[in-house]
């Protein structure tokens, strides 16, 4: 018998989000010691963790790759996915927010917002996830839960609505006030659960004020808590708790938490939190694809047609792993599903529930699983998979674009196919990773999102059985843009080789969009009147305009920022055709673009450096001497934190430097800022 439509009501799909080091995975293992799932509590620092499975994220003691894992609580299942923090894995982040229903924001209380948590809200934001934060390690110096908060309103700009108060400070913190039922949690150290109670003497009247202040934010979102308020002078705990998951779920307001993962304390309430405030597969919209170039809708139910999109391949060598994220439907093992993108149909071969690295096999997959489907053969990261009699494409994540690039080759020329095949495998797991063949040097080129990435694909590649490989320095991927632009280029392209011949004859204006201000793109009009150049032809030559994107005059590579604009044109009767005007659209803006005023671009990230004081001047130095522009600097208890822009082609090998600059007391993170103009430009011709 399939499930019913109650049974989509007790799962919560969800992620973990947060930059690098603000206690992700420690919240993850310790939200599964708490549900039971685990009986041992994983430490980073030990490499004991369940999501930090692979031995490179035990290594350097961070996460890497997604990982999966499925809980109970309160009579409710928990799909959670533990996601990375490092800018480089962004596209991680990116396609598993693709697939879930709400999510988790961990925030340091001592840094408060950090920049990668600032690009991982950003992400949820335009994937329309409901969040709740949780502010961790309250039991370190200098943590400081308002200031905390403080930092999500300016930085992020939510309501941010505080649930909880503090009991007790840094070293001394032992558990909070639950302000929505005026109630104690206290942890006792080495315990597993929290002692209920009263509100301390103490803390009473400091509860009771933000009680009220919680109230009036409430009152200010909602209509329905408004008139209560308005009636009765104060809001009722139901009310209340209705209200909080009515704005979380709206986007309007953002529960905050607090405690310290680390030492187990406040895991319970979030899970509380995450039940009652965070959306169930029925509370979200119904998915939205295309067929036949109609719009479709299909709604969470397990009687609806199976549809489903894959976010996640693991070709590892014991066999290839597709985790999908099911809308709709129901999969059975044994079942056949289709990509509609490809038009190939697969066999699902086995169904298996996620614990990490660990899979339990399962006869059925229903509408709002997370699961692992084993047999797919050509399936990748975005692909849609459904019934074949019901289909439906997904729209899938979009994959970042590579920034970085280094060439790759392997030791002995007879490993060489060995080394393409496992490069291939590598493009398949990550589509932020891209394999080409250099056209003038013949090298393999491996690219990713920066250095770090780069060089755990590589490892990956040695620890999975390949062959050596030997890696060039890193290259950054360069852009070109348009400065001072032309009008009134004319382009004729007439071709008489016997038979039909080729006539296309059109005028461009080329110009700037701000390119070197962070604009990017391209931009095609025309403005040709009286039909001397048919629609059908206009198409054409903005088809063969993006052709000539490829490679720009300077070095050969691609253009953006610039608007092109058609405006006059002739045809022949009989020569004229798509594919003429197509070539005169290519040729013609590459001869433009090299009587064009070119600047190169180079790819730019803003960089934020903690540092002792003492170091502020050096740091300082080297950050200008690598071209970096200095845009703020401010104090965090006995640190100084500067922010900067700087080019990504000077940031290699900027931790190693950074720390004997230091005594091994800075540290930095950074995250993509787009591109700026490299320091060289060419005349104008």
Request: net charge negative.
């Amino acid at each position: 018998m399939r499930t019913n439509l109650r049974t989509l009501a007790v799962v919560r799909n969800l992620g973990i989000l947060a930059h690098v080091d603000a206690g992700k995975t420690t919240v993850t293992e310790r939200v599964l010691y708490a549900t039971g799932t685990t009986h041992k509590r994983g430490e980073v620092h030990d490499g004991t963790t369940v999501t930090d499975f692979d031995p490179q994220e035990r290594d350097r003691g961070i996460t890497i790759f997604a990982a999966a894992v499925s809980c109970a609580w309160d009579g409710h299942r928990i799909n959670l996915i533990d996601t990375p923090g490092h800018v480089d894995f962004a596209d991680e982040v990116e396609r598993s927010l693709r697939v879930l229903d709400g999510a988790i924001a961990v925030f340091d209380a001592v840094a408060g917002v950090e920049p990668q948590s600032e690009s991982v809200w950003r992400q949820a934001d335009r994937h329309g996830v409901p969040r709740i934060a949780f502010v961790n390690k309250l039991d370190r110096a200098g943590a400081d839960l308002d200031r905390a908060v403080d930092s999500i309103r300016e930085r992020l700009h939510p309501a941010p609505l505080v649930v909880q108060l503090p009991i007790g400070a840094e070293d001394g913190f032992t558990g909070v006030v639950d302000l929505v039922r005026m109630r104690s949690l206290v942890w006792a150290d080495g315990a597993s659960t929290a002692t209920r109670g009263p509100v301390p003497e103490a803390l009473r009247a400091e509860a009771l004020r933000r009680r009220r202040t919680l109230e009036e934010a409430v009152a200010e979102l909602h209509p329905a808590a408004l008139e209560e308020f308005c009636d009765h002078g104060t809001l009722s705990a139901a009310t209340l708790a209705a209200t909080l998951r009515d704005l979380t779920r709206t986007g309007d307001g953002v529960v905050v938490l607090c405690g310290s993962a680390y030492r187990n304390r406040g895991i319970e309430p979030l899970l509380d939190a995450v039940v009652a405030y965070l959306p169930s597969p029925l509370d979200v919209p119904a998915v939205s694809g295309v067929h036949e170039d109609t719009g479709q809708h299909r709604a969470a139910d397990p009687e609806a047609p199976f549809t489903a999109l894959a976010f996640k391949v693991n070709a590892g060598s014991t066999g290839r792993l597709t985790y999908v994220r099911v809308y709709s439907g129901t999969v059975e093992k044994g079942d056949t599903v289709w990509d509609p993108a490809t038009g190939r149909t697969e066999r699902v071969a086995r169904i298996l529930r996620v614990m990490a690295d660990r899979h339990a096999q399962l006869d059925r997959a229903v509408a709002g699983d997370i699961v692992a489907l084993a047999g797919l053969k050509s399936a990748r990261p975005g692909s849609t998979l459904c019934d074949p009699g019901a289909p439906l494409l997904l729209e899938p994540p979009v994959a970042a674009e590579p920034v970085v690039s280094v060439a790759v080759e392997a030791r002995r020329a007879t490993d060489t196919g060995k080394l393409a095949t496992a490069l291939a495998r590598l493009a398949q797991e990550d589509p932020s990773l891209a394999v080409r063949t250099d056209g003038e040097t013949g090298q393999t080129v491996l690219s990713g999102m920066g250095e770090l990435h780069l060089e755990v694909a590589v490892e990956k590649i040695r620890r999975e059985g390949g062959p050596e490989v030997t890696v060039g320095r890193p290259r950054v991927a360069h852009r070109e843009t348009v400065v001072g632009g032309v009008s009134g280029h004319v382009h004729r392209h007439v071709k008489q080789d016997g038979g039909a011949g080729q006539f296309a004859h059109i005028v461009l204006d080329v110009e700037p969009i701000g390119a070197e201000a962070g604009v990017t793109g391209f931009e095609f009009r025309s403005v040709v009147v009286g039909g001397r150049v048919p629609q059908e032809y206009v198409r054409a030559v903005e088809a063969g305009c993006r052709d000539a994107l490829a490679e720009g005059p300077l070095g050969g590579h691609p253009v953006t920022g610039l608007r092109v604009t058609l405006t006059d044109g002739s045809t022949h009767v009989k020569d004229s055709s798509d594919m003429a005007f197509r070539t005169a659209g290519r040729l013609g803006l590459r001869a433009a673009l090299g009587a064009c005023a070119m600047v190169l671009l180079e790819p730019v990230a803003e960089v934020t450096v903690t540092v002792p004081q003492d170091a502020v001047g050096g740091v300082l130095g080297d950050l200008a001497a690598r071209r970096g522009r200095v845009g703020g600097s401010g104090t965090r208890g006995d640190v100084a934190v500067l922010t900067a822009t700087v080019p990504l082609a000077e940031l290699f090998g900027y931790a190693t430097r950074l720390r004997s600059r230091t005594q091994g007391r800075g540290t930095f993170t950074m995250r993509a800022a787009g591109y700026a103009a490299a320091p060289v430009r060419t005349p104008v011709r």
